[in-house]
């Protein structure tokens, strides 16, 4: 049923307008009539009628006049009752019962008053976390992953009902928790639902907002540590340790470091303690004194390898801590030393010629010590001086015999080697007759360090002849291994790895060779599947078995680009500085730490000798995630290089990117290499209290009310008796001013008025 009515809306007060129609009468009664009192009197009056009439269409337009149409809602009314089901209700900080549970009692205890309004209403119950699921049994499992009110709300504002929605009630412990596109403000959401549904949420909050019942845990908060740092250098690293119901207790906390022993790119290391040095404290012991505390703390550790590591801090969790997730936080450091040095042993072969290309570059210095060999081999002396400590970051074993380390006085220089690998630096063995087994290495103090089976029945006196069985005497096309293709080592040019070396010319013989046991790493064989080259980590340094006697061939045939960039792997692999940053290709991920969901920015570009930005290179970046798989990833440039997003993220652990670039279809360089973590906190449950006062101001943007659960009976029989009406009244106007026809009616009587006027000489 429809009624109507006249409205006026003026434009200014009534005494304003009142006071206006006044003064407009006044003037056309007292000016206008003198002005035409000379013509007939029924011009006279028409003329007169028509200023008048003019004058009573602006009234009416100051008047602003409207029909109202009000009509009654018959499609009934819905009040929605929306239950929090996320796993931060499972807390139990209600007496003996979870916050859901607690939720669930207060329904279930007010059945009846619910009853009474649904009489009048109906009540929708929808559980929800992150999505709303319709329910007609709320139960008491809470297993929802985030909690996203904001977002709740949002599509509750945007539904189309078949009913009038006239309320809405909240449950839940406020705690908005979510990420990515559940990530909704609430507070905005509950102002954009007041202006364009004009309808109350009332809350009713569960929860504490300290966790004082909840039990034992510890939680590592907000750690700080500088990304990047030199050798030898003390790193502080700072964090907040935040206790709960350890009192009386001891706590230590301490850092670990990753330890990428026997691991490749894609791979993440063990995370490994820290030893106690002196003038760094990596470990401290806390005495806990009150249930709720937060405590900064503050580590050291000295950074002795360069390279790129995973560094944590870590409250080692106590007896009757359930939850451990949190007692942990990783983030990534970057350990950088000077010039990289090489100390290369070799006689006089082609081979170490192309091998010393490698002083072309401005991080790599080779020194080659060359061994006399023949007649003249007596004269070699090796500078013990060479294996000091620190010396070189890579050691280069040619064609040598072991007998060429031994010095006067039962000196051997290897057993300083094996304390210099121990300590980090790199072991390469390349191919020759008097290298492996057949030089002595068998019985040598660096036997347990080459990755190969050694048989001392093999070993010869230096100058006599190896048997030929030792070696492969055909010659061998390297190809990498299923292994070698996922390795940085062989990573030598972007797209098909087999297609590439299969591009460089076959070698002239190789030193037959075969793992020590099955942890070494086979990353090239031959055609026939001959090893022939083989890499490990030993000790805190990384050892490689080089079999082929010369690689100068694919330098002279037409490929020293790969032939360098395949000697600058490999020497940056063995010392630990494949993410050397000095490389043509670069890129950079700020921060290191993400949370799930959230998008990693890639900057990357390319330096020319002088350091300058190669502006006109083209880049290809790929993200490798957790679970081992490869994503191209769509980047823009910018002036210095270019920028990419990466957005899949859901999955915590280790991404790690790759770029590489050319310029005219030429390679700049080795492949850009970086790490980011996505951290494996859970921010639901990381520290799951409640938030009544984001509750309160949701009720308060949206004019409801915040109600405690022991009143809820009440709230609802009120709502029954008082608060709610299921008729609702709709209205409709219709503004009769604003629009053509006023204007065109009063154009028309000003026309009239001047025409007549014109006719009569007044114009």
């Not at 055909?474 to 990498?480: S, W």
Request: with cysteine; aromatic share 8%.
């Amino acid at each position: 049923m429809e009624s109507v009515r006249l409205t006026l809306s003026p434009v200014w007060s009534w005494p304003w307008v009142v006071a206006a129609i006044v003064v407009m009468l006044t003037v056309v009664l007292w000016t206008y009539p003198p002005r035409v009192r000379h013509l007939p009197p029924w011009t006279r009056r028409l003329l007169m009628g028509i200023r008048l009439a003019a004058m009573l269409v602006l009234i009416f337009a100051m008047l602003r006049p409207a029909l109202q149409f009000e009509e009654k809602d018959e499609r009934g009314a819905v009040l929605i009752v929306l239950m929090d089901v996320s796993r931060s209700m499972s807390t139990p900080d209600a007496p003996d019962i979870s916050r859901r549970e607690a939720l669930v009692r207060t329904l279930v205890d007010n059945e009846e008053a619910l009853a009474e309004l649904g009489e009048t209403l109906e009540i929708h119950y929808l559980d929800f976390d992150t999505e709303i699921t319709e329910t007609d049994a709320p139960g008491v499992e809470s297993e929802g992953r985030f909690t996203g009110i904001g977002k709740v709300i949002d599509e509750i504002r945007q539904e189309e009902m078949s009913k009038q929605l006239v309320g809405v009630v909240l449950m839940s412990d406020g705690a908005q928790r979510a990420i990515g596109e559940d990530d909704a403000d609430p507070r905005a959401a509950a102002r954009r639902f007041a202006e364009q549904r004009g309808i109350p949420i009332h809350t009713v909050v569960y929860g504490l907002p300290e966790l004082t019942g909840v039990g034992l845990d510890l939680a590592v908060e907000d750690m700080i540590i500088n990304p990047e740092a030199f050798e030898r250098k003390t790193v502080p690293v700072r964090a907040q340790l935040r206790v709960t119901g350890a009192a009386g207790r001891r706590v230590r906390v301490r850092l670990l470091i990753e330890d990428r022993t026997g691991l490749s790119l894609g791979e993440s290391g063990e995370l490994k303690e820290i030893l106690l040095e002196p003038g760094a404290e990596s470990f401290r012991d806390i005495d806990i004194q009150d249930n709720n505390q937060l405590i900064s703390v503050e580590l050291a550790f000295i950074a002795d390898r360069a390279g790129e590591y995973k560094l944590a801090m870590e409250a080692v969790p106590l007896d009757g801590e359930l939850k451990r997730n949190n007692n942990l936080v990783q983030s990534l450091i970057t350990v950088r030393q000077g010039g990289l040095r090489v100390a290369y042993f070799d006689t006089s072969r082609i081979e170490q010629r192309s091998i010393r290309l490698l002083n072309d570059t401005a991080k790599i210095q080779v020194d080659l010590q060359v061994i006399n060999s023949g007649a003249f081999a007596g004269n070699t002396r090796i500078d013990p001086s060479l294996f000091d400590p620190g010396t070189y970051d890579v050691y280069i074993i040619g064609d040598v015999h072991s007998s060429m380390f031994r010095l006067q006085g039962n000196v051997n220089l290897l057993d300083r080697l094996v304390l210099r690998v121990g300590e980090g630096a790199g072991l390469l063995m390349l191919g020759g007759v008097y290298s492996f087994s057949a030089g002595g290495y068998a019985d040598s103090p660096i036997a347990d360090l080459i990755p190969v089976k050694l048989d001392s029945s093999d070993a010869v006196r230096l100058g006599e002849t190896p048997p030929q069985s030792l070696f492969i005497s055909e010659q061998v096309q390297m190809l990498p291994t299923p292994d070698g293709e996922a390795h940085y080592l062989m990573q030598i040019a972007p797209g098909e790895l087999s297609e590439s070396w299969l591009e460089l010319p076959k070698l002239a013989g190789a030193v037959r060779l075969e793992p020590r046991n099955n942890n070494i790493d086979v990353l090239a064989e031959s055609e026939d599947q001959q090893p022939l080259l083989l890499a490990t980590d030993s000790g805190g340094g990384r050892v490689a078995a080089f079999a082929p006697f010369e690689t100068w061939r694919w330098h002279l045939h037409g490929h020293r680009e790969l032939h360098q960039r395949f000697w600058q792997q490999l020497i940056l692999w063995l010392a630990r500085k494949e993410f050397d940053s000095d490389q043509p290709i670069w890129c950079r991920i700020q921060p290191r730490n993400f949370a799930p969901m959230a998008t990693a920015p890639i900057e990357f570009g390319a330096r020319d000798e002088n350091g300058q930005p190669i502006t006109d290179a083209r880049f290809e970046v790929e993200v490798l995630s957790p679970d081992a798989t490869w994503q191209t990833v769509a980047s823009s440039l910018t002036l210095d290089g270019g920028l990419a997003e990466f957005a899949d993220t859901a999955e915590a652990g280790d991404y790690w990117v790759r770029v590489n670039g050319q310029l005219e279809g030429v390679d700049l360089g080795l492949p850009a290499m970086g790490r980011f973590l996505v951290d494996a906190r859970d921010i639901e449950m990381d520290n799951p209290v409640a938030d009544p006062d984001l509750m309160r101001e949701i009720a308060h943007l949206t004019t409801g009310m915040t109600i405690e659960a022991e009143q809820f009976g009440e709230f609802v029989l009120d709502l029954a008796k008082n608060g709610i009406s299921a008729e609702l009244i709709r209205y409709r106007h219709i503004q009769l001013w604003d629009g053509w026809p006023l204007l065109a009616i009063f154009v028309f009587l000003l026309t009239i008025e001047w025409t007549l006027r014109k006719k009569r000489g007044l114009v």
